[in-house]
């Protein structure tokens, strides 16, 4: 299994900025690549951004483009995303998950951290 653990949340205003990170333990060479999700409430999970942990390819949700950036730091088994320019309706639970290779699906995830935008 893989064991994924989120931080970095918090309270910001609009236009600030806020930098998640996703640390991955366990059976990490089995992860194929890692994604960020999000779920604000009363509305259903989506899909923020996702990257390949081998040669870093990159894909993100047409909201968060231009905006948020997802890395990671391979010798560290690490994620992050960095949200500049945050707006209200980026308030959720943001979520990390892991898939697996050869897996359609994300396999794994993490507890979730909370991000807050006021207006």
């Known amino acids: 299994q893989v064991q994924l653990v989120e931080s970095g949340g918090g309270l910001v205003q609009a236009g600030g900025s806020l930098r998640l990170s996703c640390a991955a333990s366990?059976?990490?060479?089995?992860?194929?690549?890692m994604g960020w999700f999000r779920q604000a409430p009363g509305k259903e999970r989506e899909f923020v951004a996702a990257?390949?942990?081998?040669?870093?390819?990159?894909h993100y949700a047409d909201s968060v483009k231009g905006r948020f950036t997802i890395s990671r730091d391979n010798a560290k088994n690490t994620v992050y995303l960095e949200m500049n320019s945050l707006k209200p309706e980026d308030t959720a639970v943001y979520y990390c998950?892991?898939?697996?290779?050869?897996?359609?699906?994300?396999?794994?995830w993490g507890q979730g951290t909370q991000v807050t935008v006021s207006s």
């Open positions: 366990g059976r990490t060479f089995s992860s194929y690549a």
């Open positions: 998950a892991s898939r697996s290779g050869g897996s359609t699906t994300y396999d794994y």
């Open positions: 990257i390949r942990w081998s040669g870093g390819s990159t």
